[in-house]
Structure formats: structure tokens, C-alpha cells
């Protein structure tokens, strides 16, 4: 419930932004007259509220607007609906008791680093602090301050960390390793759209288990076939607790692909986007370990990411991730555009703005690809309606009340991507929203076995993608594509048929007892982020 008040609350405040209110002189709060907007405005930036006063309830807000008549400033006045307060900090509306800074007037203003000057202050390979100091500019934006303001650490954006990845080349970055374009949209190998196979994916966040596995069998009955004559593909994106292993290791047989979303999927924000190179390491590697060992996957085959809430953890999530071999991530939203964008390399710059939560994109090059979510279009008659924002998640557009709207977004948004550029369509799910009504399911198997009525529309892992990718291969060519033929068959009968339900404790989660489903043998403790194997705690 708190979530659909914040998200009705974000709704207001999109609507309410649309309004761009004038500050205006009958306004009981606000005098107009003592307000120095272009002072109040100077260096910040236009998508960023704050109060005038703290006195007041808590609710109304003000952002700098620059579009005016003739290029005046502006202030655009927003006002959260009643029952919610504005937290400036984290710039949305939510329950009163949620928001902790009504005595602030805006965001802290941190000290940025002189970066761009008519003249170098600084010697060759050095660049300045905030404050005037010179330091070696390797040492900008490397997770610890420098500068005595710490400046050096407050402009690592993707845009203005100084040592932030190049932008794209593509003399220098090829396939099969390398892949990026300069807005994202342009076709692997160059390939002609029409010869592009149309890949849809379809994956689910969170536990596998009970509640799930009925939907899961439901979808991927194993009669449903792709043109190459292989069954269709999802990927699973696991959380650890409450999965039941022995289902995950059927999901592996059957040829799906499993991915991790985390070992303790904790709910605090700032753990993800702030999570140090440590933090990931256990979080993401622990649950591969888990995962590997308790669902008996011996095969590699456990590649990719998805970071919780989709707060993605900046250089220090691309860094661990690199260094233990995880292939992908499926993290960052690209905003709704005409064109969508295709999967890309971080080697070189990301081809789009960093967008969705706490925007903490990689601004440095790495090793790793990232299966980018576009946004979908929501809108029920895009011919007509007005421009909405899109949703990343299928279970975020807020205005899919039916099957019947549900169905019109599928169709809308494939016709989008199958019309222009053939990216991947990226359908992603919690299970619980299709299990939630019935006809979410039904609308969604009619629209898969509409599609596989076709002959160029596949539907894949992540893992298929960018094999395809690093392969460009037209779709006359795609029966004999020795890639996908490779899961094409279902090998052998289920591991066991009763899995152990182990009844098991951790001191890390005390007065909690967990069952662990798995067809391995029990281990001594829950596994959990300081234990992960359930062997029992290292000494330090």
C-alpha cells in the first residue's frame, strides 16, 4: 500500500510540474517582491526542488524554469497531495513519517571541483579542487576524498568524471567483445532491419518458489516454439530467501537462465546505490555461490546481475563485477524515446542519460555489458494521448487496470521496437502483479502465441541476446544459429522428486527458522550474506 501512495504521489507531482505554476503575488506564502529568483536559481540545476521556507506544512515545493517568456527564470511551484510531504533529499513525495528533512530547504550544495577554466590553473595531469588545490587527476572520483573540501568526489557523474570512459568508437570497439554506437540505436553488424530477428525477453525478479512455479510451468509449457523450433527462453533474476533451490535447478535443466538479484534484497536505498566494491561482492557473488551449490548449476552459466530496486551501485557494482566474471547487467533504464536502445559494452560511454533511481550510473569503462531496459510506452492510444513517462517494469505502469490495457501495451510496444531498430524487447516482471489477475496471464500467453505465429520473432534469455550480438546473424540464416540450438533440447528428467526441506537458523537472522528447499544435502545454517555456503562462520 505505501508503495501505490508514493507512486500516486510521484504521479501528482508529474502532473502537477506539468502545470508550471507561477509564483505569483496573492500567493499567502511567497512574496515575489523579496525573491532574488536568478540568485536562488544560479548553478542549480533545473530538475531539482526545494523550499523557499520550512515554515509551512511540509508539502510545497519549488524548482528553478528557465523556459519562460524570453529566457526569464522562473520559479514552477509543486505541491504534494495531502497526507504526503515532500523529502528533499530524495525529491519525491511520501508518508509524513517516511520524510526526515522538513527543516531543510533544499538538498546539502556540495563543493565542486573547478574542472573547466579559459586557462589552466593547474600543471599537466593535475586537476583543481574546489578550493584552489591541485591534485593528480587520477585520483578524482576514486571513492575516497582527496581534496581537503572533497570536492574531487562531488563531479563523478558520467558526464564530468574526469576520468570518466571515452566516447564511442567504433574503429576501436568491435564485435564480439565490444559493442556501442554513439545514440545507442544503430544494429549489431549493420544488419538491414528486416532481416533482424525480432527477440522479445521475458524475465521475473525476486524468490522462486510455490506462489510462482504454476505460473512459470503455465507460460513455458514446453509446447510453445520459436521459429528455430526451439521452446521459448525466460530468465529468472533470484533473491535468496524463500527460493526453493530444487525448482531453480528445474528452471536450469529445462534450459532457462538464471541470474542473481541479490543475497539479502535489503529494502534501504542507499545500501545499493551507496554499497561499497565488499557490499557487492557478497551480495551478488554470495548469491551465485548459493545458487550454484544448493541448485546444483556446475555449468558457469550464472552470468548476469540485477540489482535490487534497480539501484544500480555506480563504478563499484561494474568493478566487482568484473573481477568475478559476471557477464551482464540488467539494471539501467533508458527513457522512453522514438527509436529504443540496443544492449551496449561499457567500455566506452553509455549512449544514453543515466536515468532511474538515484541515478548512480558507471561513469569509468568496464569489461561488461549491460542489457539496458527500455522504458515502455504506457500510454492506451499513443495516436492520441498525451506523452506520459514510460515504465521499466511491466508491474510500474500504474495505469494497466486490465487484461484489455495490458494487451494494447504489449502489442503498442512491440510494434515500437519491431518497426524501427528491432532492439530487444525487455518484458520484465514480478510474479506476483501476472499472478494478481488472471486475465494479466491470459493476456500475456495469447500475445506470446500471437507472436510465435510469425516467422522473425524469437522469444530469448539475455544470455541469447548477446550471443546473437556478438554474432549478427540474418533470420534466413537463424534455423542453423549453433548458439541457441544449444539449450534447444530439455535434457533428462527432473534431479529428485522430494526435495529436502531443510529447517535451518543463522545468527545472523536471530529468532528466525528458514526451510531451504533443495536436492542437495542440508547444510549446517542458513546461508546468508557473512555465511553463504551455510558451512558455518569463519573465524577472523
Known sequence: MAKVIKLFGLLCLVVTIAAEVRVKRQDEDLDPDSINVEELCKDRPGDEYFRLSTDGDCREVVRCDDAGENGITRLAKVRCPTGLYFDVLRQTCDWKTNVKSCDLLGKPRKVLPILKTDEPICPEGKLSCGNGECIDKELFCNGKPDCKDESDENACTVELDPNRAPDCDTTQCVLPDCFCSADGTRIPGNIEPQQVPQMITITFNGAVNVDNIDLYEDIFNG??????????????????????????????????????????????????????????????????????????????????VRAPYLRVGGNKQFEMMADQFFVYDASITASLGRVPIWPYT???????????????????????????????????????????????????????????QFGRLLRHNFNRHYNTNRAPLGLHFHASWLKSKKEYREELIKFIEEMLGRNDVFFVTMLQVIQWMQNPTELNALRDFQEWKEKCDVKGQPYCSLPNACPLTTRELPGETLRLFTCMECPNNYPWILDPTGDGFSKK
Open 223 to 304: 509446447q510453445r516454439q520459436n521459429p528455430n523450433g526451439c521452446q521459448i527462453r525466460g530468465t529468472y533474476f533470484v533473491s535468496h530467501k524463500y527460493t526453493n533451490y530444487s525448482a531453480v535447478q528445474d528452471l536450469h535443466r529445462k534450459g532457462h537462465e538464471i541470474s542473481v538479484f541479490s543475497l539479502t534484497h535489503k529494502d534501504d536505498p542507499t545500501y545499493w546505490t551507496q554499497g561499497t566494491y565488499d557490499d557487492w561482492l557478497a551480495e551478488m557473488a554470495g548469491a551465485r555461490l548459493i545458487v550454484e551449490r544448493f541448485a546444483n548449476i556446475t555449468d558457469g552459466s550464472i552470468i548476469g
Open 346 to 404: 561499457l567500455y566506452f560511454r553509455m549512449p544514453h542519460k543515466c536515468n532511474g533511481n538515484a541515478h548512480n550510473c558507471p561513469s569509468r569503462s568496464h569489461p561488461v555489458w549491460e542489457m539496458v531496459m527500455n522504458e515502455l510506452d504506457r500510454r492506451d492510444d499513443p495516436t492520441f494521448d498525451e506523452s506520459l513517462p514510460g515504465c521499466h517494469m511491466v508491474d510500474s505502469c500504474s495505469n494497466i487496470q486490465s487484461g484489455e
